[in-house]
């Protein structure tokens, strides 16, 4: 049975692993292999009763190159692979309110516990019309509605005094934050009842520290590791809800191979993006991602051109990436 929005609110804390979508070498959604991750998860979740919360159907998983009906089945799978055993966030973002509400419909329907929505894509919205789209979203389900302040792929970024008069709206109970700026992060925790929305670091392992020591009103993050290596965030939300930011930072070491990989393997392909560097999200993650769950036993899935203007790995870098986790103890 899904949560209440309220009940959603309280459970959202942990590490939130955004899923991969795999695919098959036709460029079918890969069902099986969905049903394989999720269960991953779900089992490193009940081993231990961690603080875990599953993400699907958002960016990681490639929702844009979906059709309608395949974002559905992805939810759909997951929801029912879940069985409720931890809390499903599914991705309902579409470019305006009347497909987006389709969606967050469907998502109610097929019981997630929360919808999220990034900010409106290709038109940019005023202040008041942000504020009205997501009314008008919201006010469409009964389910949580987590807003997506994410400026890297909608060219918009929600400030701290908006995002606390969203947060007044009843259903809108959490937000997936994006921000580039520890002000931003300050701003929101300064301003944000945590009885009515709970903030969760987008940007992932490395930010959440960050955004955490304002008074841990950051309550979790989203875990693109999660997909094949939870333990390894595990450990730094564990650090952190310790109080102990020593500790997250020497978790946070060991994720390092990983993350210089990553930084290399961006730097070889130059952004034509017309946003600043330091507001661009890395390009090459969700590929990055797909092999390494394939190097783990999971389900990645071969890269098909189908997926451009998504790039594959080359076989040096497939190499490569096989040593930053050797070095990082995964495989």
Same mark, same amino acid.
């Given at each position: 049975?899904?949560?209440? /929005?309220?009940?959603?609110?309280n459970?959202l804390k942990?590490?939130?692993?955004?899923?991969?979508?795999?695919?098959?070498?036709?460029?079918?959604?890969?069902?099986?292999?969905?049903?394989?991750n999720?269960?991953?998860?779900v089992?490193?979740?009940?081993?231990?009763?961690?603080?875990? !919360?599953?993400?699907?159907?958002?960016?990681?998983?490639e929702?844009y190159?979906?059709?309608?009906e395949?974002?559905?089945k !992805?939810?759909?799978?997951?929801?029912?692979?879940?069985?409720?055993?931890?809390?499903?966030?599914?991705? !309902?973002?579409?470019?305006?309110a009347?497909?987006?509400? %389709?969606? /967050?419909?469907?998502?109610?329907?097929?019981?997630?516990d929360?919808?999220? #929505?990034?900010?409106?894509?290709?038109?940019?919205?005023?202040?008041?019309?942000?504020?009205?789209?997501?009314?008008?979203?919201a006010?469409?389900?009964?389910?949580?509605?987590?807003?997506?302040n994410?400026?890297?792929?909608?060219?918009t970024?929600?400030?701290?005094?908006?995002?606390?008069?969203?947060?007044?709206i009843?259903n809108?109970v959490?937000?997936?934050?994006?921000?580039p700026?520890?002000?931003a992060?300050?701003g929101?925790?300064l301003?944000?009842?945590?009885?009515?929305m709970?903030?969760?670091?987008? *940007?992932?392992?490395?930010?959440?520290?960050?955004?955490?020591?304002?008074?841990?009103?950051?309550?979790?993050?989203? #875990?693109?590791?999660?997909?094949f290596a939870?333990a390894?965030?595990y450990?730094?939300?564990? #650090?952190?809800?310790?109080g102990?930011?020593n500790? #997250?930072?020497?978790?946070l070491?060991?994720q390092?191979?990983? +993350?210089?990989?990553?930084?290399?393997?961006c730097?070889?392909?130059e952004?034509i993006?017309?946003?600043?560097? +330091? *507001?661009?999200?890395?390009?090459m993650?969700t590929?990055?991602?797909?092999?390494?769950?394939? *190097?783990?036993? *999971?389900?990645?899935?071969?890269?098909?051109?189908?997926?451009?203007?998504?790039?594959?790995?080359?076989?040096?870098e497939?190499?490569e990436?096989?040593?930053?986790?050797? %070095?990082?103890? !995964?495989?």
């Amino acid at each position: 049975m899904k949560m209440t /929005a309220e009940e959603f609110r309280n459970s959202l804390k942990g590490i939130v692993p955004v899923q991969i979508c795999p695919y098959t070498k036709e460029g079918e959604v890969d069902i099986e292999g969905l049903r394989d991750n999720t269960k991953f998860i779900v089992d490193f979740a009940k081993d231990g009763n961690k603080d875990v !919360v599953l993400m699907t159907n958002g960016s990681t998983t490639e929702f844009y190159a979906n059709s309608i009906e395949e974002q559905k089945k !992805v939810i759909k799978t997951v929801v029912e692979t879940v069985g409720g055993a931890i809390p499903v966030i599914a991705g !309902v973002s579409q470019a305006a309110a009347r497909r987006t509400i %389709e969606m /967050a419909k469907y998502a109610e329907e097929i019981g997630a516990d929360c919808a999220m #929505a990034t900010l409106p894509f290709y038109h940019h919205a005023s202040r008041e019309g942000m504020y009205q789209y997501y009314k008008t979203v919201a006010d469409a389900v009964n389910i949580g509605i987590m807003i997506y302040n994410n400026p890297d792929v909608s060219g918009t970024l929600i400030p701290p005094e908006l995002l606390a008069k969203l947060s007044k709206i009843d259903n809108i109970v959490a937000c997936k934050d994006n921000a580039p700026t520890a002000a931003a992060y300050f701003g929101k925790a300064l301003l944000i009842d945590s009885k009515d929305m709970t903030l969760i670091n987008g *940007l992932g392992d490395i930010e959440y520290v960050a955004s955490a020591a304002y008074g841990l009103k950051y309550r979790g993050f989203v #875990a693109g590791l999660g997909n094949f290596a939870p333990a390894l965030s595990y450990a730094v939300y564990e #650090a952190v809800e310790e109080g102990d930011f020593n500790k #997250a930072y020497e978790a946070l070491k060991k994720q390092s191979p990983l +993350w210089r990989f990553m930084a290399e393997a961006c730097s070889t392909r130059e952004s034509i993006s017309v946003f600043p560097e +330091w *507001l661009r999200a890395p390009t090459m993650f969700t590929s990055i991602f797909k092999y390494a769950m394939d *190097l783990v036993g *999971l389900r990645g899935g071969p890269y098909n051109p189908g997926q451009l203007p998504m790039e594959g790995l080359t076989d040096e870098e497939k190499q490569e990436l096989k040593g930053a986790l050797k %070095e990082m103890g !995964v495989i």
